[in-house]
């Protein structure tokens, strides 16, 4: 359902403009208004390949904690999780910590590693995020919070973004809101190139509606400064919804792209104008398991694939007309040979898929880094 915003004005003819002219981050061109979000444990290489194969314009990787990406030596696994492929270009790097001394490092070894914008966590509402003074903590320390800034944009070349993620604040608190403020306004003084800005506070988490009359409040107070929405973008309507009525340069699609890639390519047609196209059916879903599969088996090799493509399987199967027996059918996955079966089983016939969004749990703790 496409959610009405009180308080935003924005024409038809102002957004149609802004939706036919690619905004940029920095020096870095973002083809359309639709990206995808860092993921914690999720927006690895071959989830970001196949939303850009899809249209999303930019995707960020998963947050990573600065002091480990310092030294994250030549073990697979480790360097798996800074992969980056030659065709997801543009691709941001998302570092999240508590001492301003350990960003430098970390963020001129994602630069080296090809990620093209280095964007940093302030948003994180988990616990024992919280509890180590990092992501959104740090909302409620603005001295700190801008000394990181300053210090990542130092460390990495001119050429290369800084961005960072936020929520609207720690709490509805006048003190956490006049925090946001001061970080969202330092925070581009310092050379911030654009700000992702999450309409729930820290305390919500991830209960509650986002507020989009908030994110309307700050691109106005914006103006040219890039700032992209995030925060209950579950289906196409809802992304156009928050382009439509916050004036917002781009949205960031988070939990909703999760085992649904085709939401970029269903949002951009509402974008261009055109009908939104049908939920994928059986066929085209079959045949991007199968590719995300194959991604994940090169990334990372057959054993742990298998059992990283559960938390993915997962959310695909909610596209499918039997979910729950699907669902329960991937759990059981582990190796290549037992995704083929489940394949081949629940996907040989084709037929019309069914459309996620109607699932969606608004109070679940998904590991979003938003």
Aim: hydrophobic share 40%; charged share 25%; glycine share 10%.
């Amino acid at each position: 359902m496409v959610r009405p915003v009180p308080g935003a004005h924005v024409t038809e003819k102002g957004v149609q403009k802004r939706w036919l002219s690619p905004f940029s981050i920095g020096g870095v061109a973002i083809g359309s208004p639709v990206v995808q979000a860092a993921l914690s444990g999720y927006s690895d290489l071959p989830m970001r390949v196949l939303a850009r194969r899809f249209g999303a314009a930019y995707a960020l990787c998963e947050v990573l904690l600065d002091t480990f990406v310092t030294v994250i030596g030549s073990d697979r696994r480790n360097l798996a999780r800074v992969a980056v492929a030659d065709e997801e270009h543009p691709v941001g790097g998302q570092l999240m910590g508590a001492n301003p001394d350990d960003f430098p490092p970390a963020a001129r070894r994602l630069v080296a590693a090809g990620f093209d914008v280095i964007d940093i966590n302030f948003g994180c509402p988990v616990k024992k995020v919280l509890g180590r003074c990092r992501g959104g903590y740090l909302l409620g320390q603005p001295e700190t919070a801008l000394e990181i800034v300053a210090r990542v944009r130092d460390a990495v070349p001119p050429h290369v973004p800084v961005t960072l993620k936020m929520r609207r604040g720690l709490d509805d608190s006048p003190e956490s809101a006049d925090n946001f403020w001061a970080i969202f306004d330092g925070a581009f003084a310092r050379g911030a190139a654009a700000i992702t800005v999450h309409g729930r506070t820290v305390r919500q988490k991830y209960v509650g509606p986002s507020s989009w009359e908030f994110l309307a409040a700050v691109k106005r107070h914006a103006g040219t400064r890039v700032v992209i929405g995030s925060g209950d973008l579950f289906s196409p309507q809802a992304c156009v919804a928050m382009l439509r009525e916050t004036g917002v340069d781009g949205v960031s699609v988070a939990r909703g792209a999760i085992g649904n890639p085709w939401i970029f390519s269903r949002t951009l047609a509402l974008v261009r104008g055109e009908p939104e196209p049908p939920p994928p059916t059986l066929h085209e879903q079959r045949d991007v398991l199968r590719e995300h599969f194959r991604l994940a088996v090169e990334l990372h090799g057959e054993d742990r694939a298998g059992r990283s493509m559960r938390k993915f399987a997962i959310k695909y199967a909610r596209l499918h007309p039997e979910p729950i027996a699907v669902r329960d059918a991937f759990v059981a996955v582990k190796v290549n040979a037992d995704w083929q079966a489940v394949l081949e089983r629940f996907y040989s016939v084709d037929g019309p898929g069914r459309d996620p969004s109607a699932d969606v749990d608004e109070t679940a703790d998904c590991a979003e880094s938003a």
